[in-house]
């Protein structure tokens, strides 16, 4: 269970990290929103350290669908624009696919 909490905590930082980003460029945001985006997407690299396997791409190929998922919870709460049937069928396949790739059984 505490995998779910290190990927959830890595997307929501990496979410936010970007988001200020997009804030600035494209909302016009004040250039000060970067720094506390920096330090967010600094957390995320960091979570994804403690992720339960010895492979880095292996880590990252299974956040990438919690990553997907997360933005859509993101799309709701932060943005206001609720996910259409579409965006929840995508979320389900990537993770499906991303349990796959962290939780199936490996020989050695």
Known sequence: MATIFIYAGAAFAEIAGCFAVWAWMRQGANALWLLPGLA????????????????AGRAYAAYGGVYVAASLVWLWLAEGRKPDIWDLTGAAVVLLGAAVILWAPRAG
């Not at 967010?40 to 492979?55: E, M, N």
């Open 40 to 55: 967010s997407l600094g957390a995320f690299a960091w979570l994804l350290t403690f992720a339960p396997t010895d492979y």
